[in-house]
């Protein structure tokens, strides 16, 4: 059976991001004037609204901070339940990303997580969480 996935917009503030998954990094947003890092990524800094921005690999690790488990509706290419946490990268930015292996009953606020991929095809790889 083929499936499909929601793909996610894929913009001038968000490529570097894509391209990191696509190369096995995990990439966060960085700006050259103050050094603060933030995630999502956008154009300004939202700190000091300087323009100038780079990145930093992050090392892949975090803790969950929340989570929910979806079961219903449905979700195009998957199968349910999925758990989606707020994952709190030890490098202080939070992003949302989906938990793999982990049982619905299992997944718990603080539990240790590490970024793997998942390749969907050659232009979009989506980072995945596995138990740390
Ligand atoms: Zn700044």
């Not at 570097?16 to 190369?23: C, K, M, R, S």
């Not at 930093?56 to 079961?71: I, K, L």
């Amino acid at each position: 059976m083929t499936t499909a996935v929601i793909r996610p917009m894929i913009g001038q503030d968000s490529q570097f991001f894509w391209d990191g998954t696509t190369a096995g990094e995990l990439r966060v947003q960085k700006c050259n004037a103050c050094g603060v890092l933030r995630f999502p990524p956008g154009p300004a800094c939202p700190e000091c609204h300087a323009l100038d921005r780079g990145h930093v690999v992050a090392a892949g690790t975090g803790t969950v901070f929340s989570y929910v488990v979806h079961r219903h509706p449905p979700v195009p290419g998957k199968e349910l339940p999925i758990v989606i946490a707020l994952i709190d990268l030890d490098e202080g930015v939070r992003m949302v990303g989906e938990v793999v292996d982990v049982a619905d009953d299992e997944i718990e606020v603080g539990m240790r997580l590490r970024v793997d991929y998942r390749r969907v095809d050659d232009e979009l790889t989506l980072p995945i969480w596995r138990k740390a």
